[in-house]
């Protein structure tokens, strides 16, 4: 099951080649019970390993969701309104206020393992925040997104904006092996369900 949703995800693009590998891998090398390879567990953990821990990596992305919407929130009282210099749908600013933070201007040079969740087009701001970006060779994608953050650090100094608004990227693997070393000292997360 894990090597489909790998493979899905890494052609849509949400996934990098190193996070789809890291998953086919757990889930041929990860034994089906916590209990070790003895199939006579199968009866009594009948939830799937890898599911479980892809339940951990859902709740590791959705814990930094939190902390994001949280931090927007708090900075709320140094930047001033939340998208009053900046346009896009209900869901475009939704999307932002989970996945995105605003940074000072004066960080932009050291910035680096981040998206611009804005574009400057057509003389005004706009959310820019694609969730899939389709199938891009890892070599490709890393220049891509240079050119784009070099080009959007170019534009706010155009433009004398204080703050752009920008994804942050840390590494899925972090987030794999912290749900794996969850998976192996706490169980399955619904094992008190079951």
């Known amino acids: 099951r894990s090597i489909i949703i790998a493979f899905i995800l890494f052609f849509l693009g949400s996934f990098g080649g190193g996070d789809s590998k890291a998953l086919i891998v757990l889930s041929l090398t990860t034994p089906i019970t916590r209990e070790g390879f003895n199939f006579w567990f199968l009866d009594f953990d009948p939830f799937p390993s890898i599911l479980a821990i892809l339940l951990f990596i ?4 959705l814990a930094f969701a939190l902390f994001l919407l949280m931090r927007n929130i708090f900075e709320i009282r140094i930047y001033g309104g939340l998208f009053r210099h900046t346009g896009g ?16 201007k004066s960080k932009f040079s050291g910035l680096k393992h981040s998206d611009p969740a ?3 087009l057509l003389n005004k701001w706009i959310l820019y ?3 899939f970006h389709g199938p891009v060779e890892d070599d490709e994608a890393i220049k891509l997104e240079k050119e784009l953050r070099e080009q959007v650090i170019d534009d706010a100094s155009t433009t004398e904006r204080e703050y752009i608004w920008f994804r942050p990227q840390p590494a899925g693997l972090i987030a794999i092996t912290l749900a794996y070393l969850s998976w192996i000292l706490l169980g399955s997360p ?4 079951q």
Not at 58 to 61: D, G, I, M, N, S
Not at 89 to 104: I, P
Not at 190 to 193: A, D, E, M, R
């Open 58 to 61: 859902l709740v590791y992305f």
């Open 89 to 104: 749908s209900f869901l475009d600013k939704f999307n932002t206020l989970l996945s995105s933070r605003r940074v000072h």
């Open 118 to 120: 804005e574009i400057y």
């Open 129 to 131: 925040a694609p969730v």
């Open 190 to 193: 619904v094992s008190p369900f």
